[in-house]
């Protein structure tokens, strides 16, 4: 499972870096892509409680919303998108309420996405934009391996058995530690204090791990183990970016509003 794992790593990862190195349409194609194969995978997993969101509405949206995305504010897009998707129950009788309401938190989940690209859009934002992944990755990789060894007591056992308090800790420590190296190594062009790195790491930390957390809710209540088989060894595209889907918006919103 390792070995294919890392297979997969070392495949999947130059694509990525690659779209964020790009940026421009480059990185907006890359996102376009993962929110839809996000969106498929979200709304499939519904079918085993009997809920059925109207996909095809929801795949729209989502083109809608990127297509759109420098024309039309963003609040405005969503307004427009929820108003097309509450007239599917008067325009079609077989989608009933849980129907709809699951096809809105699909499209509204994999808009965070659209995130990495405005963080990347910033002043320095083709450097900012890799604390996602630093911040994400290293939650994750550290959180199994601190878990792994020194996991006794169980962090959320109803939602996700396997994780531990102290799985979560490492996960924290390793997100600070990566997020200080990336800082002094690109101290000159970012000039981070680093307190202020350590604030936006922990923080970022918890962020990832509530991410991850809300996706394996997803899971645990509709019974099954993966997203998907799009990337073996790591299950689909939102078993890999549950915890980016959250922290994208975070730290976006952190170098808008709170550090400008």
């Known amino acids: 499972m390792l070995k294919t794992r890392i297979a997969s790593a070392l495949i999947g990862l130059p694509l990525v870096f690659f779209a964020l190195l790009m940026g421009g349409l480059y990185l907006r194609f890359f996102l376009i892509i993962i929110s839809l194969i996000g969106l498929y995978e979200f709304y499939t997993v519904f079918d085993n409680i009997d809920i059925k969101p109207i996909k095809y509405v929801g795949y729209l949206s989502i083109l809608f919303f990127y297509i759109t995305e420098y024309s039309i504010k963003t609040a405005d897009s969503i307004i427009i998108i929820l108003m097309a998707i509450f007239a599917m129950p008067v325009l079609n009788k077989k989608y009933n309420i849980r129907d709809v309401s699951i096809t809105i938190i699909g499209v509204l989940y994999m808009i965070f996405f659209s995130y990495i690209g405005k963080l990347r859009e910033l002043d320095n934002g083709y450097l900012l934009v890799w604390f996602i ?128």
């Not at 390793?174 to 002094?184: D, E, K, N, Q, R």
């Not at 939102?238 to 994208?248: E, G, H, K, N, P």
């Open 133 to 260: 992944f630093i911040i994400s990755w290293l939650t994750d990789t550290s959180a199994y391996f601190w878990g792994k060894f020194l996991g006794k007591n169980k962090l959320c056992p109803s939602i996700s058995p396997n994780k531990t308090l102290e799985g979560s800790i490492g996960g924290l420590i390793g997100a600070i530690i990566g997020s200080i190296v990336f800082t002094f190594l690109f101290y000159e062009k970012l000039k981070l204090n680093i307190f202020l790195v350590i604030v936006l790491s922990l923080i970022g930390s918890i962020v990832a791990q509530i991410g991850d957390l809300f996706a394996s809710s997803v899971k645990r209540n509709c019974h099954i183990k993966d997203y998907g088989k799009i990337i073996p060894g790591h299950g689909g595209i939102l078993d890999r970016f549950d915890s980016i889907l959250y922290v994208a918006p975070y730290l976006y919103l952190f170098f808008t509003y709170v550090h400008r």
